[in-house]
């Protein structure tokens, strides 16, 4: 694993949650993340932001959109970092589409890092926030997150920077060595 001084934060800080998961995609882990956990602490956040910032020093970034509720923290820092507003969803996800928080809005010409928590095989939100920056007419320069647990690299043709990439187990159902162990399945708490 690269950048093994940051995990062990994570897991210091208690944002690693070993168990029994059941995921929205209806698999099971052993292992999620609650990087907020660790983020609410500014040292700890001005460190891992400063992780990404570094690759988009050279890129004018105008404007930082949070993914999700959970990125808000990383994305704020990151912005701050980077001398860039910082804008987020509304958090709803209905009929795959989003808007802006109220009176938080992309103009033309804006040069954007979309941040996530954790990138998960899930882009949907990544999906509708890149049609909102394009129908704005501005321009995605990059998507940046704490964790990635996809193992994809550029999921939306654009620099993709992460902290730490991490490969997370996950089985069927029926499949699941947990589940013949008879080891209690948590539903992993959903988030927007």
């Known amino acids: 694993m690269e950048n093994k001084e940051f995990y062990d934060i994570l897991v210091k800080k208690n944002a690693v949650m070993n168990g ?7 698999v099971h882990t052993d292992c999620t993340y609650r990087v907020n956990k660790a983020l609410q602490f500014p040292p700890t956040n001005r460190k891992f932001a400063y992780e990404i910032v570094k690759h988009f020093l050279d890129m004018d970034v105008q404007l930082v959109v949070a993914a999700r509720i959970g990125a808000i923290l990383f994305a704020g820092e990151i912005a701050r970092q980077l001398e860039a507003r910082v804008i987020f969803t509304d958090g709803l996800w209905e009929n795959e589409e989003t808007v802006m928080y109220p009176d938080l809005e992309i103009h033309s010409g ?3 890092l979309i941040v996530d928590d954790v990138l998960s095989e ?3 939100h990544l999906r509708a926030i890149s049609r909102k920056i394009l129908t704005a007419d501005a321009r995605l320069i990059g998507v940046a997150s704490v964790i990635d647990i ?12 992460s902290v730490l990439q ?6 069927m159902p029926i499949e ?3 589940c013949e162990t008879n080891t209690v399945l948590e539903e992993f708490p959903t988030r927007p």
Not at 20 to 26: G, Q, S
Not at 150 to 161: A, D, E, P, S, Y
Not at 166 to 171: L, M
Request: glycine share 2%.
């Open 20 to 26: 029994h998961y059941l995921l929205k995609n209806d």
């Open 110 to 112: 804006d040069r954007i």
């Open 122 to 124: 899930d882009l949907t």
């Open 150 to 161: 996809t193992g994809k690299h550029n999921v939306l043709n654009v620099r993709q920077i």
């Open 166 to 171: 991490i490969s997370q187990s996950v089985w």
């Open 176 to 178: 699941c060595p947990m």
